[in-house]
């Protein structure tokens, strides 16, 4: 009797173990379906054909094709190309038939991460709502913390301005009464002839007080013709100027919380004077599988200040945005083809040179890419505090401010020809460059001599200064 009891326990045990132990290994298609729309989206879809085959069922299809199993599918989705070279013949049709297009290697994904992304391809709608249920109760526990620490930190805060609105009212309440009682006083007492005769005529006080007339004249002349004057120097100056866009493009999104560099998108600042405004071409190479809006990220103001209600609306509205894009250049996102009229996306021109300004980005982007980052790093850059350019490592910051945190673009800068003089004075010239090395080595050591073997050649001293440089 002991015996068996004792067997009973052993197996139970083991029973426990064993479900603790495949409850760990147990692939998450909600994980899957994170990993497939970071990785994967831009050559496949789960039904259809993109540049690679549709992906639903795919380890079935595997086997049933070739009797392969996971082990071939970790192979072929870390390093297919190593794969197709050892001679895998399954692999070699697969690449003939997709025309020869290489697909990118994953080194990056763990097995597990691999058999997560085919526990979603198995099951989408599974996946795609265990992620949902992942995301809300991820959010719950973030609101929940974030209620508990205002709670902690709110009671004493409300205290003090509670107190401070009853001091207020009796403060009022008492200047009230004593305005009161001063009207009443004065309203029923009468003028007696002595306090007539006291009583001093307007050009009587402006004769007596002439001359400080005359200064409170001269002086308001003076700050009229001062507000007069700057008034002027402000006409073109446009710092501040954020206009509405016909598609709710977002910076930060784009540029701080995915990373794309700005040139990725403004690709001509390296080749020209302006940076130009990218084609939708360049936004279709992700917006083709980026279909809506599905990242963390997401503008609280548009929630306070009562334009959204919730986090939800504001993700719902960037992802109609997309839509607006598809709309304008006649993508159809289910057939994935252009089968739509057209009509160009007339956005609204933020920075505008005078005509009598020549400004050429490639000089500042290329030419002097290492000299301005130099001077975001050492904190040179004019106002770069106002600009709030931090640790930037965008060449772009130094004048346009931090773009990668703005939400809608807007003018950061005054672009006053002073603070151009004044950039050029303090930014100093990439001497590691070897053909500035060469090209002003005669003119370092003449400054050398000059000021000291600690000089530094600034951009004012190659000409920076130079009126034709940038009028003409």
């Known amino acids: 009797?002991?015996?068996?009891?004792?067997?009973?326990?052993?197996?139970?045990?083991?029973?426990?173990?064993?479900?603790?132990?495949?409850?760990?290994?147990?692939q998450d298609a909600?994980?899957?379906?994170?990993?497939?729309?970071?990785?994967?989206?831009?050559?496949?879809?789960?039904?259809?054909?993109?540049?690679?085959?549709e992906l639903r069922n795919v380890e079935k299809r595997v086997k049933d094709e070739a009797g392969l199993g996971k082990e071939w599918l970790h192979a072929w989705i870390k390093d297919n190309k190593a794969l197709r070279e050892s001679g895998d013949a399954y692999a070699n049709k697969i690449f003939a038939e997709y025309n020869n297009t290489e697909m990118l290697?994953?080194?990056?994904?763990?097995?597990?991460?691999?058999?997560?992304?085919?526990?979603?391809?198995?099951?989408?709608?599974?996946?795609?709502?265990?992620?949902?249920?992942?995301?809300?109760?991820?959010?719950?526990?973030?609101?929940a913390a974030k209620a508990a620490e205002a709670g902690q930190g709110g009671g004493a805060n409300s205290g003090v301005i509670a107190v401070g609105f009853v001091v207020l009212a009796a403060l009022l309440l008492w200047i009230l009464v004593r305005v009161n009682a001063l009207?009443?006083?004065?309203?029923?007492?009468e003028l007696n002839a002595d306090k007539e005769k006291a009583a001093?005529?307007?050009?009587?006080?402006?004769?007596?007080?002439?001359?400080?007339?005359?200064?409170?004249?001269?002086?308001?002349?003076?700050?009229a013709l001062y507000n007069v004057y700057w008034g002027l120097m402000g006409i073109g100056v446009d710092k501040g100027y954020e206009p509405e866009q016909p598609i709710y493009f977002s910076h930060k999104v784009h540029a701080g919380v995915q990373g794309i560099d700005c040139q990725y998108c403004h690709s001509s600042a390296k080749y020209g004077k302006v940076s130009g405004i990218p084609s939708p071409n360049v936004c279709m190479n992700c917006h083709k599988t980026i279909k809506e809006y599905k990242g963390d990220y997401f503008e609280e103001e548009l929630i306070t200040s009562g334009k959204f209600a919730d986090e939800e609306s504001?993700?719902?509205?960037?992802?109609?945005?997309?839509?607006?894009?598809y709309k304008a250049i006649g993508w159809n996102p289910e057939t994935n083809k252009y089968d739509g009229p057209q009509k160009p996306i007339e956005w609204v021109r933020i920075h505008n040179m005078p005509d009598f300004v020549f400004f050429s980005h490639s000089q500042h982007v290329v030419a002097g890419e290492k000299a301005i980052k130099k001077a975001i790093k050492d904190g040179t850059i004019p106002n770069s505090k106002e600009l709030n350019i931090g640790s930037g490592d965008q060449v772009c910051f130094a004048c346009h401010g931090r773009v990668d945190e703005m939400n809608e673009?807007?003018?950061?800068?005054?672009?006053?020809?002073?603070?151009?003089?004044?950039?050029?004075?303090?930014?100093?010239?990439?001497?590691?460059?070897?053909?500035?090395?060469?090209?002003?080595?005669?003119?370092?050591?003449?400054?050398?001599?000059?000021?000291?073997?600690?000089?530094?050649?600034?951009?004012?001293?190659?000409?920076?200064l130079e009126c034709g440089k940038c009028h003409y």
């Not at 709608?125 to 991820?138: N, T, V």
């Not at 504001?314 to 894009?325: D, G, H, L, S």
């Not at 001497?431 to 500035?436: F, P, Q, R, S, T």
Request: hydrophobic share 40%.
């Open 1 to 26: 009797m002991k015996a068996r009891f004792l067997k009973r326990i052993r197996l139970w045990s083991c029973a426990i173990i064993m479900s603790t132990f495949s409850l760990a290994n147990a």
């Open 30 to 53: 909600g994980k899957g379906y994170e990993l497939f729309e970071a990785n994967c989206t831009t050559c496949h879809q789960i039904d259809g054909k993109l540049i690679g085959p």
């Open 105 to 143: 290697a994953f080194p990056g994904l763990s097995d597990g991460d691999i058999d997560n992304i085919l526990a979603y391809t198995a099951d989408p709608d599974g996946g795609l709502k265990a992620f949902e249920e992942a995301k809300a109760a991820k959010k719950k526990e973030a609101a």
């Open 183 to 189: 009207v009443k006083a004065t309203a029923t007492e």
């Open 200 to 223: 001093v005529s307007l050009s009587h006080v402006f004769e007596k007080y002439k001359k400080v007339g005359s200064v409170l004249v001269a002086v308001l002349a003076f700050l």
């Open 314 to 325: 504001v993700k719902n509205f960037y992802t109609a945005e997309i839509q607006k894009m």
């Open 409 to 464: 673009v807007k003018m950061a800068n005054d672009f006053t020809m002073g603070w151009c003089i004044e950039c050029h004075r303090t930014t100093e010239v990439d001497m590691d460059n070897e053909y500035n090395k060469e090209y002003y080595a005669e003119l370092h050591e003449k400054l050398k001599k000059q000021y000291g073997d600690a000089t530094k050649i600034t951009v004012d001293a190659i000409g920076g």
